[in-house]
């Protein structure tokens, strides 16, 4: 017999040794040896990561479903098939040289939550639903969050078709040779298609550890906008063309570098952060003038006035470069998503749960971008984090401990099974439009 739907319900227990194990599992699956994680979209690792989960899933005796990009679903039923499902979940690719537990805590531990209430006899109000998105990582085409982006209609179809890969192979082909088939247009979720959608994943940053706090509650996620750069200057050989006449490109992508770092610190916002790190230089010789660069640029924030106000200091420092330098340069948008906030019930019922099982709890905001960014755009959501070592995160180093993962995933199972008894209400998901 199903235990009772109850608040005074034993807490959700994770065994924490095979959730570890089920993560080294899925580590070994990868491009590159060990500790090195590597498995980029639709490559034979990806695919084979894939199978891995969806293997486990079965095993727990979740129902499976996958949509035509490749965004797989492992639902647990609930009480009331009908209600609309409560959301958890993350990635399984991992960009070259990554670690073993960013994303991956997220769907395995969200696989471990649905185990662990169903071994425990639990039924819940409404289903749950853990999510592998497809292509949260950027590696291959370019845009992070592909999956989760047509999940919310955050991009067209038409756009994520025209994508190629450095090859030259189109996103569409790609997909179907991993025998995903189906229209990128069936990927859409209706609004309200989840009643809520919580994310667990290592923090990426010190601060939990540094506090030696366990569970981090999410309030906020930054969101990046990222712009790709053309400058053509004139090459020339580099003892032949004095000083004064030259115009060096790359020397002006080094100003407009240093022009992103000076608007990120003085934007007025502490969460306000700004990358080059593309920098590809033409003609790559040390005797030639550099003639053509082209440059990539990060920019997040929390608040969009404030990465508005960053970008809009960039875009003058580069109107200076083009004037006093001589140079073109063409800039173009590759994406400028507006940041999320947490919804304050799923923010709460994340402290509820980390209180059940006496662990300490913190709020604080993700400067990293999530899967979840873009869910908020069809429910309310948040983000449970769990510490990450010296804050470290995309290298082969990373490192979450077996028991803070087992907490988090237990606070997850909790987390959801509040949430599907007493779901927010659809106005608390929203996306911050400055």
């Given amino acids: 017999m199903s235990a009772p739907r109850s608040a005074t319900a034993d807490p959700i227990a994770i065994d924490a040794a095979r959730l570890w194990d089920e993560l080294e599992g899925l580590a070994r699956i990868s491009a590159l040896p060990a500790p090195a994680v590597t498995r980029v979209l639709y490559t034979e690792e990806d695919l084979a990561g894939r199978a891995y989960v969806r293997r486990l899933a079965e095993e727990a005796g979740l129902a499976v479903r996958v949509d035509p990009v490749g965004n ?99 996103f569409e082909e790609v997909r179907q040779a991993a025998g995903f088939t189906g229209a990128l247009e069936e990927v859409r979720l209706a609004p309200g298609h989840y009643a809520a959608f919580v994310e667990l994943h290592v923090e990426q940053g010190p601060r939990l550890e540094a506090a030696g706090v366990p569970i981090g509650a999410v309030t906020a996620i930054a969101a990046p906008a990222s712009y790709a750069l053309e400058l053509e200057g004139e090459g020339g050989h580099a003892g032949a063309v004095l000083m004064p006449r030259r115009k060096d490109a790359f020397a002006a992508a080094c100003e407009i570098a240093l022009a992103v770092e000076r608007a990120a610190k003085q934007s007025g916002s502490p969460d306000t952060v700004g990358t080059c790190g593309v920098c590809r230089v033409h003609p790559g010789a040390i005797n030639s003038i550099p003639s ?126 509040a949430l599907a008894e007493n779901p927010p209400s659809a106005r608390e998901g929203d996306t911050r439009d400055g």
């Fill in 72 to 170: 797989a679903f492992y639902r647990l039923e609930g009480a009331d098939p009908s209600l609309p499902p409560i959301g958890t979940g993350s990635h399984i690719d991992a960009i070259p040289n990554a670690g073993k537990y960013d994303g991956t805590v997220g769907v395995l531990g969200g696989v471990a939550a649905l185990r662990a209430l169903k071994e425990a006899g639990r039924v819940p109000a409404r289903p749950l639903e853990v999510v592998a998105f497809t292509s949260e990582e950027p590696t291959r085409f370019g845009l992070g969050c592909v999956g989760s982006r047509l999940m919310a209609g955050a991009i067209a179809p038409d756009a994520v078709r025209a994508l190629e890969d450095d090859a030259g192979r189109s």
């Fill in 292 to 417: 053509c660069v082209h440059l990539e640029i990060d920019l997040r924030d929390t608040e969009l006035a404030s990465r508005e106000r960053a970008f809009a200091e960039i875009e003058a420092a580069i109107e200076a470069v083009r004037r006093e330098r001589g140079v073109r340069v063409d800039v173009r948008t590759i994406n400028a998503d507006p940041p999320a906030v947490s919804a304050p019930r799923i923010v709460e019922a994340v402290e509820a749960a980390a209180a059940a099982h006496e662990l300490a709890s913190q709020r604080l905001v993700s400067r990293a971008y999530h899967d979840t960014l873009f869910m908020a755009r069809v429910a309310p959501t948040g983000m449970i984090f769990v510490p990450s070592k010296d804050g470290v995160s995309h290298r082969p180093d990373e490192y979450t401990a077996p028991e803070e993962i087992a907490q988090g995933a237990a606070v997850l199972a909790e987390t959801m099974w």
